[in-house]
């Protein structure tokens, strides 16, 4: 068991301890990624005690090869941290996992290049190179964008650089541009003192403004659990709202769950994602039908998926609490 699995686990059962809780009900949650500032909310609801107030005992599991997607659908977690684009192409393949929360209103990922590649916009990605992990989604992404410019897709170099951050990546020269999160990858430029350009995706396409990350679970859960969840979601979305309204406090608490992050990152990232997340304050979680079904209809023209989905069964807003604590 890692550093911070055992610091969950025995915050967890601390809190529990302390608030008299007896009998709490054992669940699992799946990162998608290692720890970082995406997962905070779930960190300080577990350090605060929110969890062990519903009466769970949470267990934050560590991302392997296989993803949160296939844990929550096999059963080996109750709950995953996905995003929109992996439920889509899920369900189109018959994997019943619903989203039930998104952990941001707003796609915080976008385009990013080295300033001295003079890249401003989609339409100066032609005749250049792009670096990724070779999705069939970052191309149809880049080609979305370009099209929207009037410039031609068909001109970009298409490189695979795996998981090599953006900093290392632009040192070695590997592209020219990349696709980020700005609050963590950006972030970390910034403080490695590289300068670039960036395009928050949400300005260059609409129906690419969609919920990323975000919380699932699986169809049978949701029928036989429904109160289990409902008490998940409730502390989730406590430890979250916290984070947003507190940052650097919540920062410290990932970083006595995970020491090996860097401190400086985790604080910086925490307090960007803050100064951009007014609106999840009050409508944490909530998602809407619309950014589902142009998602959904995108993914189907494009051929990312070979089965349209019903968008409507793709998510659901039934475990939110009406007001999340402040």
């Known amino acids: 068991m890692s550093r911070y699995r055992t610091f969950i686990v025995a915050a967890t059962l601390l809190a529990a301890l302390c608030a008299g809780v007896s009998a709490a009900d054992q669940v699992r949650i799946a990162l998608d990624w290692t720890p970082n500032t995406n997962h905070t909310?779930?960190?300080?609801?577990?350090?605060?005690?929110?969890?062990?107030?519903e009466d769970l005992d949470v267990e934050i599991l560590e991302p392997g090869p296989t993803g949160s997607i296939t844990l929550v659908a096999s059963g080996q977690a109750e709950f995953g941290v996905s995003m929109q684009?992996?439920?889509?192409?899920?369900?189109?393949?018959?994997?019943?996992?619903?989203?039930?929360?998104t952990i941001f209103q707003h796609n915080t990922s976008g385009f990013v290049a080295a300033i001295d590649r003079d890249i401003k916009s989609?339409?100066?990605?032609?005749?250049?190179?792009?670096?990724?992990?070779?999705?069939?989604?970052?191309?149809?992404?880049?080609?979305?964008?370009?099209?929207?410019?009037?410039?031609?897709?068909?001109?970009?170099?298409?490189?695979?650089?795996?998981?090599?951050?953006?900093?290392?990546a632009v040192r070695r020269d590997l592209a020219d541009f990349y696709w980020i999160f700005y609050g963590w990858q950006g972030i970390h430029a910034e403080l490695?003192?590289?300068?670039?350009?960036?395009?928050?995706?949400?300005?260059?396409a609409e129906v690419l403004d969609y919920y990323t990350p975000l919380i699932v679970t699986r169809e049978s859960l949701i029928a036989d659990e429904s109160d289990l969840i409902r008490g998940f979601i409730r502390a989730l979305s406590?430890?979250?709202?916290?984070?947003?309204?507190?940052?650097?406090?919540?920062?410290?608490?990932?970083?006595?769950?995970?020491?090996?992050?860097?401190?400086?990152?985790?604080?910086?990232?925490?307090?960007?994602?803050a100064g951009r997340s007014h609106d999840s304050l009050s409508?944490?979680?909530?998602?809407?039908?619309?950014?589902?079904?142009?998602?959904?209809?995108?993914?189907?023209?494009?051929?990312?998926i070979d089965e349209a989905i019903d968008p409507e069964a793709a998510f659901t807003n039934e475990f939110l609490p009406e007001a999340p604590e402040q």
């Open 41 to 53: 909310g779930i960190f300080v609801a577990a350090a605060l005690g929110f969890f062990a107030e």
């Open 85 to 101: 684009e992996y439920v889509t192409m899920a369900r189109a393949q018959g994997i019943p996992v619903v989203s039930i929360a």
């Open 122 to 168: 989609p339409a100066d990605f032609e005749h250049k190179r792009y670096a990724g992990w070779g999705s069939d989604l970052e191309a149809v992404m880049i080609k979305t964008v370009m099209e929207t410019a009037g410039a031609d897709f068909g001109t970009v170099e298409m490189v695979n650089i795996g998981t090599i951050n953006f900093a290392t």
């Open 192 to 204: 490695e003192g590289i300068a670039f350009d960036y395009q928050p995706i949400p300005d260059l």
């Open 238 to 273: 406590r430890g979250y709202v916290h984070a947003l309204s507190h940052p650097v406090e919540a920062a410290e608490l990932l970083l006595q769950a995970v020491p090996e992050l860097d401190r400086e990152l985790v604080i910086a990232s925490q307090c960007w994602l």
């Open 283 to 304: 409508e944490w979680g909530r998602q809407k039908l619309d950014v589902w079904a142009r998602f959904a209809r995108w993914a189907y023209d494009n051929r990312l």
